[in-house]
């Protein structure tokens, strides 16, 4: 027998559509929310647009870590809701296919995802985490040509003072430039000059050349008696850069660390109790949230078969909830034992046992219970509250059209009658 049978590519198709399309949404809300932020802090520090999407790409591995499991629960879902609402999942479960049997797809889809989003927390989002936070440092110090800002005094290495009022071509072409130079031997150079353009200096690489144009320049020197005054078509004025602090090594947080060196350093004699509490954390809470993606079929699955008669969408929300508060609940896990206030494995994987029992119950009513309904109970309060939502809707539409205006008229009726 062929071990994926029609029906089972049947099934992949119904969920890779969805799993897909779901992965790109969340993944995009994340992106946008932190892309304002990211406008705005750049805009603070005066640099370059595009280095927000350099930024933006760094983060994809993070965000890719929390897209995947849901995109995966939700794909699977909706996937067997629809099987479940056309009737066709009723004619599979008729020729002998059982639930577990129609979860091999899903199952398939699990591992290689989970391997996947592994490899991810690895290694490539300690990776990606290091470099966005190189960018942010080469932001602040001005390595990434922010350190002149428009339309303010700009000190340079204490002894330039430069203040330009507008730029062009990505801050290669400035105008209305004015700086104040001070010499080492006490010589003031006050200039002022239309426009300016930088250049490199091949012979001093700690140096740029600000070649300004139609200016004047104003020179004060302890040996000069009056100040001098130089018209000037083309000025060529060298200034130093400023010098930039190296970027600390990869590791000074724990997110930055690839797994081996977690666990290396979680049960290393020669690290701090500190360090040790945050790597096992830090250990823990990467291999629950993988190990977590294996339980998500399941969940999917017992969420996705509504109550016969019934088209409700309950399933759908209650899946989200279910994961999103489950991965605060590790977030929490991880903040506590990083203190070192409770061991690792408790905070992280009692949570994950507690979750696994609540989803392989969930999961047993829906496929070995006769007519059992993990989410019965649920479905028949949820449809209590809609129709006391109804009433009370429609209660309030009535009373306003239950007493229209008089005009009259029945007055007039009653007083000729009473006159016959």
């Known amino acids: ?49 595009g280095i927000v999407f350099k930024m933006l790409a760094n983060l994809m591995p993070e965000y890719a870590s929390l897209a995947i499991p849901l995109g995966l629960m939700l794909g699977i879902l909706l996937a067997f809701r629809k099987l479940a609402t056309s009737s066709e999942l009723d004619v599979m479960r008729a020729v002998g296919l059982s639930y577990t049997r129609l979860l091999r797809v899903p199952y398939i889809l699990a591992f290689v995802l989970a391997a996947l989003n592994l490899l991810i927390v690895s290694y490539v989002q300690p990776l990606s985490r290091y470099y966005y936070e190189e960018l942010q440092f080469e932001l602040r110090s001005g390595a990434l040509g922010a350190s002149i800002k428009v339309g303010e005094f700009n000190s340079l290495q204490d002894r330039t003072a430069l203040r330009v009022e507008s730029s062009r071509d990505d801050g290669r072409q400035l105008q209305g430039i004015f700086a104040r130079v001070v010499g080492k031997d006490g010589q003031i150079l006050v200039i002022s000059a239309r426009e300016g353009q930088f250049f490199a200096n091949r012979e001093n690489p700690d140096t740029v050349i600000l070649r300004l144009t139609d200016g004047q320049i104003v020179q004060e020197s302890p040996t000069i008696r009056n100040p001098r005054v130089l018209t000037f078509a083309s000025h060529d004025l060298p200034i130093d850069l400023p010098k930039i602090e190296q970027f600390r090594r990869r590791g000074d947080q724990d997110r930055e660390y690839f797994l081996p060196e977690l666990l290396h350093i979680g049960w290393s004699q020669d690290s701090t109790p500190q360090m040790r509490y945050q790597s096992l954390a830090s250990l823990h809470f990467r291999l629950v949230e993988v190990a977590m993606m294996f339980l998500l079929p399941m969940l999917a699955m017992a969420l996705a078969v509504p109550p016969k008669r019934s088209s409700s969408s309950l399933g759908v929300f209650v ?49 070995y219970v006769p007519g059992g309904q993990p989410l019965g109970a649920l479905e028949t309060a949820f449809a209590k509250a809609t129709k006391v939502v109804s009433k009370l809707f429609a209660s309030r539409h009535g009373h ?21």
Not at 4 to 25: E, G, H, N, W
């Open 1 to 49: 027998m062929k071990f994926l049978t029609a029906i089972d590519k049947y099934i992949a198709r119904l969920v890779f559509v969805p799993m897909l399309s779901v992965f790109v949404i969340a993944a995009s809300l994340l992106v946008l929310d932190k892309m304002l932020k990211l406008f705005d802090f750049v805009a603070t520090q005066g640099g370059p647009v």
């Open 319 to 367: 899946s989200i909830i279910l994961v999103v508060a489950y991965h605060k609940v590790n977030e929490y896990g991880q903040d506590v034992s990083s203190l070192g206030r409770i061991d690792p494995t408790i905070a992280l994987w009692g949570p994950f046992f507690i979750f696994a029992a609540l989803i392989m119950w969930m999961y047993w009513r829906l496929a």
């Open 400 to 420: 306003h059209h239950a007493h229209p205006v008089s005009d009259g008229s029945d007055d007039d009726s009653h007083r000729t009658s009473h006159a016959a």
